[in-house]
């Protein structure tokens, strides 16, 4: 976030000033009160990316678990203790021979639970409508090149589920504890634009 | 809940209809066919829900998949790759 001079008089912007009001409103009406915003705040700068590397180091490293995930998402985040309320989570997996990648491009549906708020470019219109016709030149624009031989699925996330991708697990990773792999999974190798970082590779 | 008509495997085909109000079919895959990848459940109808209705029945919702050079004439990635969508059951008719 750009610096900011504190002391000099700032105006809202149109949104600043729109969230302003409403939560002034909600507050005076006594529908919320600034406690349960604060709250809710707090609670949404909990939930980071790290959740959901959490759940693929985890399957990552039992193949057992890994099975229940494809199967039923929601229920096997539950298992790790995360709860995903109003949630139904499909965890779509990378193998070889198929790259998954997802967009929302009737509006910026993202799995909060497990990767927190979403970042900007997954609401830019120039990804929601450009990621489901040219996957592969967007990609490439993320540095990332997907052989012609791979598949490529884009899931549009356009009603009740969210989607994570499973990333492949990566090379040289052989006994790793949970832990460690987990350092190697970032929140775009989770939306399927990138790749996990590799061993060896800076933070 | 209304029962669900398709299973995994199906052929289906999007309806091309362009009725006003809340949608979550994309414009861009009216009228498209693909093919069942499973059903997800049931869920309150959105398009009632943006109404203040209740939305009940609970609609079928599956994802379905579509083959993208069927999608886009000039899709110029591999033959192979799809896009997979969520579609409730009332736009889907057997293709």
């Avoid at chain 2, 029962?3 to 091309?16: A, E, I, L, Q, S």
Wanted: glycine share 6%; proline share 8%; hydrophobic share 35%.
């Amino acid at each position: 976030m750009a610096k900011r001079d504190l002391g000099k008089y700032q105006p809202l912007s149109y949104f600043q000033l729109m969230e302003a009001s409403l939560r002034e409103l909600l507050v005076e009406k006594r529908i919320v009160t600034e406690a349960q915003i604060a709250a809710e705040v707090e609670d949404m700068r909990g939930r980071t990316p790290e959740r959901g590397a959490r759940v693929v180091a985890h399957a990552w490293s039992d193949t057992a678990y890994k099975k229940r995930l494809l199967e039923n998402g929601t229920r096997a985040c539950e298992e790790l203790g995360l709860e995903v309320p109003a949630l139904k989570l499909v965890v779509v997996e990378n193998t070889p021979q198929v790259h998954n990648a997802i967009v929302c491009t009737l509006c910026s549906c993202y799995p909060r639970m497990l990767l927190g708020i979403p970042p900007d470019w997954y609401k830019s219109r120039n990804y929601r409508s450009r990621m489901v016709r040219e996957p592969r030149t967007v990609l490439a624009e993320f540095g990332l090149k997907i052989p012609r031989s791979v598949q490529i699925r884009v899931h549009d996330s356009t009603a009740d589920m969210r989607y994570l991708v499973l990333p492949m697990r990566p090379e040289g990773t052989e006994g790793w504890s949970e832990e460690r792999l987990a350092a190697l999974v970032t929140r775009d190798s989770m939306i399927g634009v990138s790749l996990p970082k590799r061993p060896g590779t800076r933070p | 809940m209304i029962p669900p008509r398709f299973k995994t495997g199906d052929r289906v085909r999007v309806m091309k209809s362009y009725p006003p109000g809340h949608l979550r079919t994309p414009y861009y895959i009216r009228g498209c066919e693909g093919e069942v990848e499973r059903l997800c459940g049931a869920f309150p109808n959105p398009e009632e829900l943006a109404q203040m209705r209740d939305g009940l029945p609970a609609q079928p919702l599956y994802r379905v998949r579509f083959r993208q050079s069927e999608v886009w004439p000039d899709y110029r990635g591999a033959a192979a790759d799809v896009v997979e969508i969520e579609i409730y059951q009332h736009w889907l008719e057997p293709a």
